[in-house]
């Protein structure tokens, strides 16, 4: 298993600015990944990070508005850029092991843009 | 694409009831099928799994069997505790190796009360 802390735990922002979210593993680990919570929504995967190199976004998520790091094996940030209301959520860090089978989650990041 | 659709809630019980919590599923191929839950300020843990047909996950007194043939996974508990109101998700893997296997498609979460 894995100690997942997301940091900020939660946070009011106003429409036009950005946040950074961070995830810190207490171990290395393979996969890291970033979902979203709309309010009364199911979980929606956003992107994979991809240590050194550029995240793998999916459909409907981009780069310029959800931009990625991972420098290394441990660590991994996600910025919501340009944030308006509609960005108001819950985001979540995943992280999963080479072999394993299983995935596992921080206790997310609630944001609420005003 | 994967879909999971699960039971609607809030559902609320007294304890000791039988809990049932519905699930279904579409996807290509053999996804691997997954429970989480969510307790109040906490994040997701891992509930119970299943990884081909006819596999039952279970855990804390939780159960779910994998049904290839109605494409189901329903999380099902004898005996309810106030402890284990939470929200419930649903969610399947299309993967079995690499990095696949931790991209998980998720239901909308059933919120599950009990009441003493």
């Known amino acids: 298993s894995a100690v997942i802390s997301q940091k900020p735990s939660r946070d009011i922002c106003q429409r036009g600015t950005s946040l950074t979210i961070q995830c810190q593993v207490d171990s290395q680990v393979t996969m890291m990944f970033w979902y979203r919570q709309q309010p009364g929504q199911s979980l929606t995967l956003i992107a994979t990070?991809?240590?050194?190199?550029?995240?793998?976004?999916e459909s409907g998520f981009v780069i310029d508005k959800f931009p990625i790091s991972r420098p290394n094996l441990t660590f991994s940030t996600l910025t919501v850029s340009n944030m308006s209301p509609e960005d108001s959520s819950i985001y979540l860090c995943?992280?999963?092991?080479?072999?394993?089978?299983?995935?596992?989650f921080g206790q997310g990041t609630r944001l609420t843009v005003v | 694409g994967n879909s999971v659709t699960q039971m609607e809630g809030p559902v609320t019980l007294s304890e000791e009831a039988f809990l049932t919590i519905n699930c279904t599923y579409t996807a290509t191929g053999y996804p691997s099928l997954f429970w989480y839950v969510q307790y109040p300020g906490e994040g997701l843990q891992l509930l119970l799994k299943a990884t081909k047909a006819d596999d039952k996950g279970s855990n804390k007194g939780f159960e779910a069997t994998y049904r290839k043939e109605t494409t189901s996974f329903h999380l099902e508990k004898g005996s309810v505790q106030v402890s284990d109101s939470a929200v419930y998700f649903c969610a399947l893997s299309q993967g079995r190796s690499g990095g696949s296997n931790y991209k998980l498609t998720f239901g909308k979460g059933t919120l599950l009360t009990v009441n003493p």
């Open positions: 990070a991809n240590q050194g190199s550029e995240a793998t976004y």
């Open positions: 995943s992280v999963g092991f080479s072999g394993g089978t299983e995935a596992f």
